[in-house]
């Protein structure tokens, strides 16, 4: 039988997986993170947060750019990071790129009594999307409204809208959970109360409304709201691993605040072990054939015991 977890007893999460696996990852250098890169795994470093940004930001503008009429293409981009944003509105402004044919899918959600939340909610996800990158491009390059696409609870629209354009990348930050998006753990219940779901059966999930690990709920009190619990709702809707394997590429960034340096090293190791197990969602990702991790160097951080 599995360990419960340490800090939810009643949810899965990466505290039940084998201690070995656990310290493997704890163990692990800088130097051996870059040497994990596999056949459809990159690992990338950059050494300041000026070019990690940047380069987070143009793989928005080099997926638009492909865009034609013919061949409309877009981006599924997350909050968390938000601070590749501006950087892409300011770059659309600059270099003057029309974004008519290009489309933009929103990762996920906030829900509140079956409802996704509106973008007067403070922490709504459409909300800084727009304030922070669609509503700075001048109106003769914006994109027009019906090709962004932001996740709703009934999630028809949303899952319809992958037909209409091909996704280049998608990217997204890693929560304190190892989820991509809020794919979390599931609860340990039910049919899964004594192992996590099959990643078979996980990889089927679609865009969906989700109950949120405890982990991501103090994870985005601390992150966006100075540790506010409170403030922070239990559901969320969020595209789902369906979604995930029709993006090209998938591509994740750990600028080393949004997880620990033992979360950014844990994923890495185990998807470059082939270690795939829903208690660790990110570790499905093994499977897709494009997947890069992107790391701030000075954000690595190291796993030693430092008492403050």
Known sequence: MRSLSKVAPDWWDYTTLDRAILDDAARLTADDLLGLSLEGFAVKFYDTIEEFYLAEALEYVTAWLQATEEAPAGVCGPIGPTEQLPLVARLVNELEIPLRHCHFWGMDEWVIDGKEVSTDFPLSFARADMELCFNRIR?????????????????????????????????????????????????????????PPPPSAYRKLATRVVDLHPITLIQNARTSGGGTVQNVPSQAVTVGPVETWKAEKVSIWHPGFHDNPFGIRLTALMISQHIVDTSVPMSLLVNHPNVQFNYLRSGIGVCDVEMH
């Open 139 to 195: 109106p003769k390059l914006a994109m027009p409204p019906e090709n962004i696409h932001f996740p709703t609870a009934d999630g028809v629209a949303y899952r319809a809208s992958w037909e209409q354009a091909r996704c280049v990348v998608m990217q997204g930050g890693q929560g304190e959970v190892k989820h991509w998006a809020f794919n979390d753990p599931p609860r340990r219940e039910g049919a899964y109360a004594d192992n």
